[in-house]
């Protein structure tokens, strides 16, 4: 029997999850919108690029703490995140901070 390697059965951690360290501002909205290159395979294309839109926005809890929500794909076939975004250092020239979430993906 043949094994068949369906993309939608497997996944890997978007590139629209890379972000600051800096969080929002208390009760602020911010957001992007941006588009990433992947590689989709399968057994007669290796490699084929396409172009994945991302929408994020984020809300800010309090002046070190905000929450976010991502989605990558498109409608009805994408990834979703939900995260908590902890700043704990910030300097003029140095940031750092610790996040927390999870994510879904159809």
């Avoid at 909205?29 to 926005?57: K, R």
């Avoid at 995260?83 to 901070?97: C, P, T, V």
Wanted: hydrophobic share 40%.
């Amino acid at each position: 029997m043949r094994a068949i390697n369906l993309p939608i059965l497997s996944g890997c951690v978007s590139l629209a999850t890379y972000q600051t360290p800096y969080t929002t501002k208390e009760d602020e909205v911010s957001w992007g919108l941006s588009i990433s290159g992947y590689g989709a395979f399968s057994d007669s294309l290796t490699g084929l690029p396409v172009s994945i839109p991302a929408l994020y926005l984020r809300y800010g809890l309090s002046d070190n703490m905000d929450l976010g929500f991502s989605f990558v794909g498109f409608p009805f076939f994408g990834t979703t995140y939900l995260d908590l975004k902890n700043q704990f250092i910030r300097e003029e020239d140095f940031a750092g901070s610790f996040s927390i979430g999870t994510g879904f993906w159809f």
